[in-house]
């Protein structure tokens, strides 16, 4: 099936520790988005990617990096720098053409313990 | 940047029809999207518009005035399974890479 798969669905983690949130998409599209949400709140971006080996800034990138050295894969590195990291973590991909919407991962949940 | 503004919470009884407003301001706008998203899962595209007018899709439609940098979404004959949190967002253009930013989301009871 063509989809977006985020892994792991549920992770936590301890304080001073960095973890890797997993998204892989095989619907073949160029860009690529980390969005966070906390709880009743609505999406932020954190960071975007719109081609391989380049991606950019989003509103809330610190404390966090991502990587996109395959079109399908764009991991996203909590780092032990982001003081509030519990939240449900959003992957999203989006193909060609203005009128393209993004669609959305399962999402990861993220606590720390 | 973009603000993106609609209200927290709406109630409404089954049967019934609602409209969530959205207002933005943008520095370039490339489209507005409606998700709806149910607790704890993933937003689900439910619209777009990028240009003035009404567009319906059955039950749920949307509407769009540049000018006014204004949405709503209407849904109509208003069931159980549409209680949701429903979540405006507003695409840049451009340099700014098509980035989606969205509101904080409204969240609608539909009550018996």
């Known amino acids: 099936d063509g989809g977006i798969t985020q892994s792991p669905k549920y992770l936590f983690r301890k304080e001073g520790q960095n973890v890797t949130l997993s998204c892989e998409q095989n619907?073949?599209?160029?860009?690529m988005y980390w969005y966070r949400q906390d709880p009743g709140q609505g999406l932020r971006l954190i960071y975007y990617?719109?081609?391989?080996?380049?991606?950019q800034k989003g509103d809330i990138a610190e404390g966090y990096s991502v990587s996109r050295e395959k079109k399908e894969s764009f991991p996203l590195t909590v780092t032990s720098a982001q003081k509030n990291p519990t939240a449900f973590y959003l992957c999203?991909?989006?193909?060609?053409?203005?009128?393209?919407?993004?669609?959305f991962g399962e999402g990861s949940w993220l606590t720390v313990v | 940047g973009q603000n993106i503004d609609q209200p927290t919470e709406m109630t409404a009884t089954e049967g019934a029809i609602v409209q969530i407003n959205c207002t933005y301001q943008?520095?370039?706008?490339?489209?507005l999207f409606w998700y709806q998203q149910h607790a704890g899962e993933a937003p689900t595209f439910l619209s777009y518009?990028?240009?003035?007018g009404l567009e319906e899709k059955g039950r749920f439609s949307s509407f769009l005035s540049r000018s006014k940098g204004y949405s709503y979404l209407l849904l109509k004959e208003l069931q159980m399974k549409d209680s949701a949190s429903y979540l405006c967002?507003?695409?840049?253009?451009?340099?700014?890479?098509?980035?989606?930013?969205f509101g904080g989301g409204t969240r609608v009871l539909v009550k018996p």
């Open positions: 619907l073949n599209h160029d860009a």
């Open positions: 990617s719109q081609i391989v080996n380049d991606f």
């Open positions: 518009n990028v240009l003035d």
């Open positions: 967002a507003v695409r840049d253009g451009g340099a700014a890479g098509n980035k989606l930013t």
């Open positions: 999203a991909s989006r193909g060609q053409g203005s009128g393209n919407t993004i669609y």
């Open positions: 943008t520095s370039g706008f490339n489209g």
